[in-house]
């Protein structure tokens, strides 16, 4: 069972997550937080700040391993492939930055 402070720890950072990452969509920003895939992504990247292995490789894998259904669930693609470069560098600093701040 997580503690208070772990699942403290998570929303912290699926706020981050949610007020500062968003999805690419015909130029149209559409924020984490709004999509409501703020908190399982911080639950899957904080193994990642937790053992100190944050990379662009890792990060990306976690994204890749999210399906974001389009089109009522007629199309399905990657988290990966919806996040423009500038989101993937921000979402990195972001993670680098709570590490060093926990």
Same mark, same amino acid.
């Given at each position: 069972?997580?503690?208070?402070?772990?699942?403290?720890?998570?929303e912290?950072?699926?706020?981050?997550?949610?007020?500062n990452?968003?999805?690419?969509? +015909?130029?149209?920003?559409?924020? *984490? !937080?709004?999509?409501?895939?703020?908190?399982? =992504? %911080?639950?899957? #990247?904080?193994?990642m700040?937790?053992?100190?292995?944050?990379?662009?490789?890792?990060?990306?894998?976690?994204? +890749?391993?999210i399906p974001?259904? *389009? !089109?009522?669930?007629?199309?399905?693609?990657? =988290? %990966?492939?919806? #996040?423009?470069?500038q989101?993937?560098?921000?979402?990195?600093?972001?993670?680098?930055?709570?590490?060093?701040?926990?």
């Open positions: 069972m997580a503690t208070p402070n772990a699942s403290e720890n998570i912290a950072l699926a706020a981050e997550i949610g007020e990452i968003y999805m690419d969509i +015909a130029k149209w920003h559409l924020y *984490l !937080g709004v999509a409501k895939l703020h908190t399982p =992504l %911080a639950e899957k #990247l904080m193994p700040i937790a053992s100190d292995d944050i990379s662009e490789d890792n990060v990306t894998k976690i994204l +890749a391993d974001i259904k *389009l !089109g009522g669930g007629r199309k399905t693609v990657a =988290l %990966a492939d919806l #996040l423009p470069m989101c993937l560098v921000n979402l990195i600093d972001l993670l680098e930055d709570y590490q060093r701040d926990l």
